[in-house]
């Protein structure tokens, strides 16, 4: 996959009042990657996605997609769903997909597969307004679609959805993302990020605390989960070793943190050196929910 | 162009309300235009009976008129389409399908024109009824029958055409300004029935006399039949260059800050 820039942002500032939503933002988002923009409801997301779909005007700072200015041709290029899905109720899914392909420029041949796609295509001729809110969703993403767009960006894609339903768009996200698209997703839900995205951004009240890998966010802090046998054995051992923290004992059961530098496998093996049998080994990743929190604790 | 006007029907045709407010305003325009005569004759001989000097009986359907005749009485319906292109225009907002289709690719200015294009259809679907129904009246009505007789007022057609299009201009602007339906309406009625003409009362006449509606409004003067002349008025039976001028320039100036509007605000 080229890691060619899709989309930069350089300090893109928006004050509604008094109110900050957006400073001095900076992201560089990839080609391929499925990204990300993770915060608190009113951390700034849909403003910012707002902005570099030139919906609202920023106050300061520039952004290009490809390395242009963006552009009514730029946006045909990107496929996108802000908030609510947004179709006039009393037409179809047809109709309303049709105007969205006369905008984009696309011919209308592409529409049954893309209605099938999500699971549309058999209720096709039913007014909008009669759709269920995954339904509705699903209409959405396939708007967003049309006309085969080079990325995808998604706000708050599954808000609303009952568990069935933001599993069919997760899974409807990851099969795009499959295809190669770069995705661009803004979302207050931890666990959807972490489920999905390959790169996140943090934001809170407008200002970007972390920027860079889902892997390596997660990767800082593994802890572990191990008992052996002899458990003093293992204490010792554990103790004698400078990479590995021990964090607690709960029973038999001892949990330890490792450094960056070390994985799992590099415990097990030293283990194993210096004669310790275990008999359970379990990673307990931290979550997401948990560095997230840590992060905005840093800043408080 | 042919892509604009595709989208903006493509939002309308399948719109129930929209079929039934034009039904209604073709039917209530066809019945003014049709059933006036009988109308305004009736009240004439009734009032001919007390009056010392005999009226006489005239036709508001001889060519050429007529098409003054009609012209002036379409203009009564004018808040009609009005009405129609502030709930659709406002649609756009509530629903917030413009938001849509700006992220999806259309200019600013391509939704501009998709708004003037809705004023132009309407403006056009008005005319239409205009001429549809002085060509069938006249025929029918009229003695004179040769061709400089027949379309020789049509102009007025024209200067309907135009005040349409500057009234229902200032409506877009209102309603791209309000972005309510409901709030549009009320604020476009008012300023029309009573905004403007109370601000008439207290301005000098020169101000007075160019406010919009009264410009836009003065340019199909009230025709000067017989029945009028007999009562001592003495109206314009032409269309007037100033106020033509005028007019245009309004229809610009609402068109402009429409434009601008569209084009600063954050959706």
Aim: hydrophobic residues 50%; contains cysteine; charged residues 20%.
């Amino acid at each position: 996959m080229t890691s060619e820039t899709v989309l930069s942002i350089h300090g893109l500032v928006k004050q509604f009042g008094r109110v900050k939503a957006v400073d001095s933002l900076q992201l560089e988002i990839a080609s391929g990657q499925i990204f990300g923009i993770l915060g608190p409801n009113g951390s700034g997301k849909t403003t910012t996605l707002g902005m570099v779909l030139g919906l609202i005007r920023p106050d300061r700072g520039s952004f290009e997609w490809f390395g242009k200015p963006l552009s009514p041709d730029v946006l045909k290029q990107i496929g996108s769903i802000l908030e609510t899905p947004l179709f006039y109720p009393y037409l179809s899914a047809t109709d309303n997909l049709k105007i969205i392909a006369d905008i984009k420029q696309t011919k209308y041949n592409e529409l049954p597969e893309l209605l099938k796609m999500v699971g549309l295509f058999e209720r096709r001729k039913d007014a909008f307004k009669t759709y269920s809110l995954g339904m509705k969703q699903r209409l959405a993403i396939a708007a967003a679609m049309l006309g085969d767009p080079e990325v995808l960006i998604l706000d708050e894609p599954t808000n609303g959805l009952d568990p069935q339903g933001i599993a069919e768009i997760r899974e409807l996200i990851l099969q795009i993302g499959r295809r190669g698209k770069t995705i661009i997703m803004a979302s207050h839900l931890l666990d959807e990020v972490q489920k999905i995205c390959t790169d996140v951004a943090v934001l809170q009240k407008g200002v970007c605390l972390y920027s860079g890998s889902v892997s390596a966010i997660m990767s800082d802090g593994v802890s572990l989960e191990i008992s052996a046998e002899d458990t003093k054995q293992l204490l010792s051992v554990i103790e004698a070793c400078e990479w590995i923290a021990l964090l607690g004992q709960k029973g038999d059961v001892i949990k330890v943190n490792l450094d960056k530098n070390n994985s799992p496998a590099d415990l097990n093996i030293y283990l194993v050196q210096q004669g310790v049998r275990i008999n359970h080994l379990s990673a307990s990743k931290k979550s997401l929910e948990t560095h997230f929190l840590e992060i905005l604790k840093q800043q408080a | 162009m042919k892509r604009l006007s595709k989208i903006a029907f493509r939002k309308l045709y399948k719109s129930r309300v929209f079929w039934i407010m034009l039904l209604l305003y073709a039917v209530s325009m066809s019945g003014m235009l049709f059933g006036v005569e009988a109308f305004i004759n009736k009240i004439a001989s009734n009032t001919g009976k007390n009056s010392p000097i005999p009226i006489p009986d005239f036709s508001l359907y001889e060519f050429p008129y007529i098409w003054h005749n009609l012209s002036y009485l379409a203009g009564f319906l004018k808040l009609f389409p009005a009405l129609i292109l502030m709930v659709f225009v406002a649609a756009d907002y509530s629903y917030r399908t413009n938001r849509m289709q700006m992220m999806m690719g259309l200019s600013r200015t391509e939704y501009f024109f998709t708004q003037v294009l809705l004023v132009l259809a309407l403006a056009i679907i008005s005319a239409l009824l205009l001429v549809f129904w002085a060509m069938a009246k006249g025929l029918v009505h009229s003695t004179d029958l040769n061709v400089g007789s027949i379309f020789g007022k049509s102009y007025f057609v024209a200067a309907y055409f135009l005040e349409l299009i500057a009234f229902l201009s200032f409506a877009l602007l209102l309603v791209t300004t309000l972005r309510k339906s409901g709030l549009s309406i009320i604020a476009f009625s008012i300023s029309f029935i009573a905004i403007e003409p109370i601000i008439r009362v207290y301005v000098p006449d020169v101000v007075a006399q160019n406010m919009p509606f009264k410009r836009i409004g003065s340019m199909i003067d009230v025709p000067n039949t017989s029945l009028m002349q007999l009562f001592g008025f003495n109206f314009k039976t032409y269309i007037d260059l100033s106020d033509l001028a005028i007019t245009l320039l309004y229809t610009i100036l609402f068109l402009v800050l429409t434009y601008w509007i569209i084009k600063r605000r954050d959706l």
